[in-house]
């Protein structure tokens, strides 16, 4: 959650490390802090709240020029947002500092050990253990990098730890085990980072870490051992976006920008899928077709927004592949005992591949003899790192804490999922496939449409600014859009929001309708079996108790229309694509309203972009 950067090399360390933060800061703005090495000292400056707080206090105490430094933009665990809780952390002499992301869960026992031996730790987190555990290991004759090896043998969690020391400012140095961190190579400077995004202003040459590694860096050198001080070769790899990538473009929010780049974004991940043949091939599909054919129940594993697109891809997959699909929270999946062999495939779909909860259910399912594969958009990360084999969705940057463009991408990643396996299992004829990535090839263009219609959206949010509850209903495809809806305003405008499972409305949902509540409900396109008709009625059920109907429907749908209040045209899609182009206006529903409201869209309080800890 938390985000790091370090940094060795001819520039000016703090501006650095300040501007990799300020890139960092949507995953985590409770506090940010930086330290750096000067005249044999080390130097720093922390502030609760959002960067905005440590920019003014350096204004009035700046810091010294520096060729080393680090920094850190804090989501909280262990300790309240204060100035004191936040990082660097330093030990005694205030000779090394450390920031840290992630939870170290043995620092109770560590902290009352260093206690007992006479430290005095000032702050109420876990990460001021390491700091002074560093510091028994200098004084004892160990340089940083030799100290933090020692010291992550001792520590259990998952933690990502940069330090650096008064007394070797030539050097930072920094640690891994369950939690992101990547290695930036310039020339004459090297950087540490818990995202790429921290440094592309300066190199777009990364290096992997693996699990439970320690990284040196010099102004001129990378360092890689595991734990135990044995080298190891990291991967390199080059980063295929920029900066302008990562900056909002001249919109208000990072999220809005998302939004419109959601055309391109579906795009790039159809880009390159089909072979010389027309056949569909995926990158880095590791797993023999001889293996999917062995493949008798999927299970999609993800959180949040990412589970809703699993939810999607269950209908997609079954309907393709006659294959059983189950869809699992991931923080739930290994503590049911799950049945899981050999013959499962597990799909773990996670935007940012350093999700705990998913990695940690990954890992469950590999011990279990479980095939994998992730279904992410970076480059390089823990879970595909870990899988069997990955669908990257080469979405490019999501800064925005609330996912849009990624859960679009997401989807449609798990159709070509679906579609390989058909294609494999040959449960589809290849004229079948190739016309249904044909309609996913138009899909772009029908999103750019719906993103060209929204000022009615705009307007209905502005209208609704002040509503305290706001209800969503959807049948197949169309429920896990609901849920998506009413997950994006709850995460953005902070009020009640619900979706349902349109044919449970009589179950139960039903009581919280009354007069005024706006109402959401996404309808099946026409032909759908009767569910559309079916929809058709609950429309009448909640307009009968004085809801607001707002309706997503085709575009041509007269049978809907005298039963919307106010009606939200979709382009004729198939049914299964449906999502695609109906969570666009959800998306911009729930970021207009929060503005409206005055709300901080792209940091929404209390959230963090990557969940890197249980």
Partial sequence: MCGIVGYVGEQQALGVVVDGLRRLEYRGYDSGG?????????????????????????????????????????????????????????????????VHNGII?????LRAELERSGHDLVSDTDTEVVAHLLEVEVTRGADLTRAMQAV???????????????????????????????????????????????????TREAMELGQDQVVTITADAVEVTDFAGNPVDAARYHVDWDLSAAEKGGYDWFMRKE????????????????????????????LSDEELREIDKIIVI??????????????????????????????????????????????????????MDTLMAIRHARRQRSRVLAICNT???????????????????????????????????????GLYLAQVRGTKYGDEITWILDKLSQMPTEIQQVLDSMEPVHALARDLAQTQSVLFLGRHTGYPVA???????????????????????????IALVEKGVPVFVIVPPR??????????????????????????????????????????????VPTLMQPLVATVPLQVFACELATARGHDVDQPRNLAKSVTVE
């Fill in 483 to 509: 849920l998506e809806g009413a997950l994006k305003l709850k995460e953005l405008a902070y009020i009640h929001a619900e979706g349902f499972a349109a044919g449970e409305l009589k179950h139960g949902p």
């Fill in 379 to 417: 480059n390089g990360s823990t879970i595909p790192r870990e899988s069997d084999a990955v669908i990257y969705t080469h979405a490019g940057p999501e800064i925005g804490v609330a996912s849009t463009k990624g859960f679009l991408t997401q989807v449609v990643a798990c159709y070509l999922l």
């Fill in 105 to 109: 869960e043995n620092f109770a026992a």
């Fill in 259 to 286: 939004i419109y780049e959601q055309p391109r974004a579906v795009a790039d991940t159809l880009l390159g899928r089909r072979g010389a043949e027309g056949e569909l091939q995926l990158d880095e599909m590791r």
């Fill in 152 to 202: 992550c043998g001792r520590l259990e969690g998952a933690f990502t730890l940069v330090a650096t020391s008064a007394d070797d400012p030539s050097r930072v140095v920094g640690a891994r085990r369950n939690s992101p961190l990547v290695v930036g190579l310039g020339e004459g400077e090297n950087f540490l980072a818990s995202d790429v995004a921290a440094f592309i202003a300066h």
């Fill in 302 to 355: 993800a959180c949040g927004t990412a589970f809703y697109a699993g939810l999607v891809a269950k209908y997609a997959i079954e309907h393709w592949t006659r294959v059983p699909c189950e869809v699992e929270l991931a923080s739930e999946f290994r503590y049911r005992d799950p049945i899981l062999d050999k013959a499962t495939l597990v799909v773990a779909i996670s935007q940012s591949g350093e999700t």
């Fill in 527 to 572: 032909g759908r079996d009767s569910l559309h008709d079916k929809v058709v009625s609950n429309i009448q059920e909640i307009r009968a108790r004085g809801a607001r109907t707002i309706v997503l429907a085709e575009e041509d749908d007269d049978v809907v229309a005298p039963y919307a209040d106010q009606l939200v045209p979709l382009p004729k």
């Fill in 34 to 98: 930086v330290a750096v090495a000067a005249d044999g000292a080390l130097h720093t400056q922390k502030r609760s709240g959002k960067l905005a707080n440590l920019d003014k206090a350096l204004d009035e105490r700046p810091l010294p020029a520096s060729s080393a430094g680090v920094g850190h933009t804090r989501w909280a665990t262990h300790g309240s947002p204060t100035d004191r809780n936040a990082h660097p952390h330093l030990d005694c002499r205030q000779r090394l500092a450390v």
